[in-house]
């Protein structure tokens, strides 16, 4: 069974960084590729990034575009959410996903196992 272990998150000042990592364990050769999400209290969880295990295709939400990196780490099977100039409404819990899914997918139904959260906040 895959197990998906979020970390990095913390207290960061408006404009700064922060590094996300996913460590993935359990994974087998469906798994197409990796992604993160955030969701803020009582709003849908929303798509940040993914990236392909084999490929290394990315792909990012507007929001973020430009200002967060995602990158993974195969031989150790965890993924990075490299995010800088960090804002409030970065402010959110980041999840960790998996997908079997070999197409680009960026919805949550997609995704089938999700790590435990980081919590992200971004003092202004």
Same mark, same amino acid.
């Given at each position: =069974?895959? =197990?998906?272990?979020?970390?990095?998150?913390?207290?960061?000042?408006?404009?700064?960084?922060?590094?996300? /990592?996913?460590? +993935?364990?359990?994974?087998?050769? /469906?798994?197409?590729?990796?992604? $993160?999400?955030? @969701? +803020?209290?009582?709003? *849908?969880?929303?798509?940040?990034?993914?990236?392909? $295990?084999?490929?290394? &295709? !990315?792909?990012?939400?507007?929001?973020?575009?430009?200002?967060?990196?995602?990158?993974?780490? &195969?031989?150790?099977?965890?993924?990075?959410? @490299?995010? &800088?100039?960090? &804002?409030? *409404?970065?402010?959110?819990?980041?999840?960790?996903?998996?997908?079997? !899914?070999?197409?680009?997918?960026?919805?949550? *139904?997609?995704?089938?196992? $999700?790590? #435990?959260? !980081? #919590?992200? !906040?971004?003092? /202004?």
């Amino acid at each position: =069974q895959v =197990q998906l272990v979020a970390s990095g998150g913390g207290l960061v000042q408006s404009g700064g960084s922060l590094r996300l /990592s996913c460590a +993935a364990s359990g994974l087998t050769f /469906s798994s197409y590729s990796m992604a $993160w999400f955030r @969701q +803020a209290p009582g709003k *849908e969880r929303e798509f940040v990034a993914r990236i392909g $295990w084999r490929d290394a &295709n !990315t792909r990012y939400a507007e929001s973020v575009k430009g200002r967060f990196t995602i990158s993974r780490d &195969n031989a150790k099977n965890t993924v990075y959410l @490299q995010m &800088n100039s960090l &804002n409030s *409404e970065d402010t959110d819990v980041y999840y960790c996903a998996e997908s079997g !899914t070999m197409r680009v997918v960026t919805t949550r *139904e997609y995704y089938g196992y $999700w790590g #435990q959260g !980081t #919590q992200v !906040t971004v003092s /202004s």
